[in-house]
């Protein structure tokens, strides 16, 4: 990669840094992401919050990986994929493509792939576990459980006063190791809709202050949720 595009990049996280949003790093009054331990079996309900620059809680990003050895430089979002201008990634390999394709460089093109912007899907949380805000990071089969469950033209399952809760279940991953995430709506006994306050209160209404306080949360993290 060209030293311009390099120093361009490296501008780029120090300026996102310097701001509190940075991705890849590590440190600094940062949201945790969401850990279930591992055990299969294991539920946890969860609430999605919403995010000011996007209609639905779901964030979709480009994300480009394994930029730099250092750990602080080694993914960055592309700014095109969150409406920030040119991405100096994208340019380079663009340009390299091209270059490599002439050639018929294959290797070379196989390598170039590793600087690619990949897709990163996540959501910001409320989890009832630990009664924090988490962001949690999310295969495209998630993504398409919740979306099933969920009619964006109807209800608005983010909404802090009569949204809905789901329960993420850790199950065996087909591939025979490890596990997968799956969701469900958390509906009433008849299988109708349940929708409730994100916080309620001892009588089971809205607790306002209690609710305002998670939003501030969120909205004083705007710009890291925008550049994880």
Request: charged fraction near 30%; include cysteine; hydrophobic fraction near 35%.
């Amino acid at each position: 990669m060209g030293n311009t595009n390099l120093d361009k990049i490296r501008a780029l996280k120090e300026k996102l840094a310097s701001d509190n949003k940075g991705g890849g790093g590590e440190g600094g009054d940062r949201l945790p992401w969401f850990k279930s331990g591992g055990k299969i079996g294991s539920k946890f309900r969860i609430r999605l919050l919403p995010v000011s620059f996007l209609d639905n809680p779901i964030i979709y990003v480009k994300e480009h990986r394994n930029l730099f050895p250092n750990k602080p430089y080694r993914t960055c979002v592309c700014p095109k994929s969150v409406g920030e201008g040119e991405c100096p990634v994208c340019e380079f390999t663009y340009i390299k493509w091209k270059e490599l394709k002439e050639k018929d460089d294959k290797a070379g093109m196989e390598s170039l792939k590793t600087y690619m912007a990949k897709d990163k899907v996540y959501a910001i949380i409320y989890n009832r576990a630990t009664n924090q805000v988490e962001k949690l990071g999310m295969s495209t089969s998630l993504m398409n459980q919740i979306f099933v469950d969920w009619d964006p033209e109807t209800e608005d399952v983010t909404d802090v006063f009569k949204g809905n809760d789901y329960t993420i279940k850790l199950s065996p991953s087909a591939k025979g190791s490890g596990f997968t995430y799956s969701a469900d709506k958390v509906t009433n006994d008849d299988g109708s809709g349940h929708s409730s306050p994100l916080i309620a209160d001892a009588k089971g209404k809205a607790d306002k202050d209690a609710i305002q306080a998670i939003l501030d949360v969120v909205a004083a993290h705007e710009q890291e949720i925008k550049w994880l």
